[in-house]
């Protein structure tokens, strides 16, 4: 079975850039002119809901940026991208003409939560990217190894070897277990080292760095407060840029854990972040599905919208409903209109709150009372329910009502007319409809 969603590999991303998939080529393109306009050290929050699509944007940004480099500045090696087949196309990133040249570096921060040392696993994702080498993870089991050969990653880098431990063997290291930064005695010299690193990386790459760090908030408290201050701290370089990509409110609570319930979180971020940035917000259609109701496939867009729905769980929202049985009933256009209200209902409460879900299927939930005074939408749905004259949306609803509480509680309406001709296995015919979603 297809995955709902795509992971942010390289090909899905570059694919992504290419067929402008979720419309955001102009946020992409509207993002790097930003990074155009800054000056000096700057740290910019991109903020957004979990689900929303901030890791494939920033790695969108970041392949992008690489695209255009080589355009702007080195056009006849811009075949040698691995992206180059992919937007070699894409008129877009042909009319970016970057100012500067740009490193752009990619750091999960979630993958190195079990890391020791934030500071230490993010040089190293620098330097690899400097060499053009991805590491995916740190093995925590094997950290005396990742040091050692951390360390020779990073002294080419450096002119002075004594500020490095590259100048101690591998097998003294390894046998020792000397953390690489433990070894050099005071701040000024950790600072110094820092700066020698991205003396040698920025100059023989670009004029200025992007480091995007994605995936802080669902990290240890600790790992993500220190990654925060340890940044600010070492970090002082004008030639830097940090994106950090994070769910604000959900980071503030792991800050909140670190420092206590009475710290202030938020005015921590705000004094930390110079620019914060609001992803803004995919708008993706409901496809209509053939075999499908019309009240189906629409009333399905309105409760993407009424939720707000973040992009991965429209997705799975979307994945579910496909694979949903046709809605053939021949029972009349006023149960199946009736099936078409309920089922896409019961699949996104079934996503997004287990409780109002259970209520829902045994009859006991005001879910519908809320989505008809909130979507106007549904008025039409029940104006269209009732063919009479006189159409009255209120009466034509509470009608409404009465058929759901007599398919899902029966017991309740035992005298219930049934008007509708619902057949006595109606909730049995709604499962069967929903149970592949």
Request: glycine share 2%; net charge negative; with cysteine.
């Amino acid at each position: 079975m297809k995955k709902s969603t795509l992971d942010a590999t390289n090909e899905n991303i570059w694919n992504s850039i290419r067929n402008n998939e979720f419309d955001r080529i102009c946020d992409i393109c509207n993002f790097i002119d930003l990074l155009e306009c800054l000056e000096g050290n700057v740290y910019i929050s991109l903020d957004a809901d979990w689900g929303a699509g901030k890791t494939f944007f920033v790695r969108q940004v970041e392949e992008s940026l690489k695209f255009c480099n080589k355009y702007s500045f080195n056009k006849e090696s811009l075949s040698s991208l691995p992206s180059y087949k992919y937007l070699k196309d894409c008129s877009h990133l042909k009319n970016i003409e970057l100012k500067q040249s740009y490193l752009p570096v990619y750091y999960n921060a979630w993958l190195y939560d079990s890391h020791h040392d934030p500071l230490l696993s993010l040089i190293s994702i620098i330097v690899k990217s400097c060499t053009g080498v991805f590491e995916t993870k740190l093995d925590p089991d094997s950290l005396k190894s990742k040091v050692v050969s951390l360390s020779q990653a990073i002294s080419p880098f450096i002119k002075e070897p004594s500020l490095a431990v590259a100048t101690a063997s591998a097998g003294a290291l390894s046998s020792s277990a000397v953390d690489i930064l433990d070894s050099i005695q005071t701040e000024e010299e950790i600072r110094e080292c820092i700066k020698k690193i991205f003396d040698e990386a920025i100059s023989e790459h670009a004029n200025k760095m992007v480091v995007f760090i994605d995936e802080l908030d669902r990290c240890r408290p600790n790992f993500a407060v220190e990654m925060l201050e340890k940044i600010k701290h070492y970090f002082s370089d004008d030639r830097i840029i940090f994106v950090v990509s994070t769910n604000k409110e959900q980071l503030s609570q792991t800050i909140k854990r670190y420092y206590g319930d009475e710290f202030d979180a938020t005015r921590y971020l705000n004094k930390f972040f110079d620019l914060n940035i609001g992803l803004p917000k995919v708008k993706y259609p409901l496809p209509s599905y053939t075999g499908k109701p019309y009240w189906f496939t629409s009333i399905a867009n309105e409760l993407i919208k009424f939720y707000n729905l973040p992009l991965r769980e429209i997705l799975i929202f979307l994945d579910n409903l496909s694979r949903v049985s046709d809605l053939e009933v021949n029972d009349g256009s006023k149960l199946r209109k009736l099936y078409s209200l309920f089922v896409p209902i019961m699949i996104l409460l079934d996503m997004k709150d287990t409780r109002e879900y259970n209520a829902f299927v045994n009859g006991k939930s005001n879910v519908l009372n809320e989505l008809f005074d909130s979507i106007e939408h549904l008025q039409d749905f029940a104006r269209d329910f009732d063919h009479s004259e006189n159409r009255d949306e209120r009466k034509s609803f509470e009608e409404i009502k009465k058929a759901y509480q007599y398919i899902f509680s029966p017991n309740i309406l035992p005298n219930y007319p049934n008007p509708f001709k619902i057949p006595d296995d109606a909730k049995e015919q709604l499962w069967s409809f929903f149970k592949w979603a």
